[in-house]
């Protein structure tokens, strides 16, 4: 297992591998023209993306996009209707799921937390505990912590396999602005250390487009991809997220080439 200083040594390699063109080697997980359907509904329509090393993906979208359903498919999670899903060999993930509940009446300090279906020792917890600002918390009841003491804790947990890619699945939720825009702080910086490719799926654009080196906009399909720009607008942009977001949101520079109906669908000419 490689120590601290070995890691961010490893991280600043992969990054500038990355600055001067590695998106063209083997990514650490892709899908190809995948399709997934849920008892006859649609729910993610010839889907192609990938994550290389040391690159931070952002997934936008509205409700009911299909953006977690697609972290899954990544993952082996979920089964595909049509498509290949790929992922590198030996390729060691760290997931953060969207929803994660644990029963308040059942005692669970952090650092047992920490261990629960992986080996994990007490050393490692707390690095990871400490990378992520939580290793006060070791002792901490997990029933008692904030929600943005929680979501420290599962990225620390997750940071604990050691991961070639993170998965991080609406890490920010239950988290005012100024805490979110912390741990995107911290998750950029968990990127510069280690060199791991990030996949993130977040509605907090107002925080998250600055720390993305790409932005997918989801909506059952790709509709879009782009780099974030800081005061780029979109007409596609406003209508999937309204003209308040993107007055004070930071946006990136894409293009459609087709809209879509209130349902999610492609709308055809004439409708």
Known sequence: MLMTTD????????????????????????????????????????????????????????????KSTLARVLLGLAPVSAGNVSRRAGLRVGYVPQRFSIEPVIPLPVLRFMSLSQRVSKARALECLAETGAEHLAGAQMSGLSGGEFQRVLLARALARD????????????????????????????????????????HDLQVVLGASDRVICLNRHICCEGVPRAVAGHPEYVRLFGPEAAASFGLYSHRHDHTHTLSGDVARDGN
């Open 163 to 202: 991961p070639h890619l993170l998965v991080l699945d609406e890490p920010a939720q239950a988290i005012d602005f100024a805490g979110a825009a912390q741990l995107y702080e911290l998750i950029a910086a968990i990127r510069a250390r280690r060199g791991c490719g990030i996949l993130l799926i977040s």
């Open 7 to 66: 890691r961010e040594a490893a991280g600043r390699a992969a990054i500038e591998q990355l600055k001067a063109g590695a998106a063209s080697v083997e990514p650490l997980a892709s899908a190809s023209e995948v399709s997934v359907a849920f008892r006859g509904k649609p729910v993610l329509d010839r889907v192609s993306i990938a994550v290389h090393t040391s690159e931070i993906v952002t997934l936008i979208g509205p409700n009911g996009a299909g």
